[in-house]
């Protein structure tokens, strides 16, 4: 069996502590352009994804001329029941 010492525990729960702090030390410095980076990245891929949909747009005007000659007749016909009325008396 292997057994660990309590030099090595420290060890170890030493340099966990210096990766961690190592790290947040890293970004702190270098989180901002990091940020940065991808969100410039993602920006580039909305507005890719923005000028495909106008040049669709585009093309899909450019293809033919809509003309309408007049307006079809209204087939809506207006009903002027509401509905059906019936009496009733209040029972005490």
Do not use: A, V
């Given at each position: 069996m292997f057994e660990a010492s309590l030099g090595d525990f420290f060890q170890v729960i030493l340099i966990i502590l210096l990766i961690y702090f190592g790290i947040k030390?890293?970004?702190?410095?270098?989180?901002?352009?990091?940020m940065r980076f991808i969100f410039l990245k993602i920006g580039q891929k909305f507005e890719k994804k923005f000028n495909?949909?106008?040049?669709?747009?585009?093309e899909?005007?450019?293809?033919g001329k809509t003309t309408i000659d007049k307006k079809p007749p209204s087939s809506r016909k207006v009903k002027k029941e509401v509905g059906e009325f019936i009496d009733y008396e209040e029972i005490d």
């Open positions: 030390i890293i970004f702190r410095f270098f989180g901002p352009s990091i495909q949909q106008q040049e669709f747009t585009n899909m005007h450019r293809k």
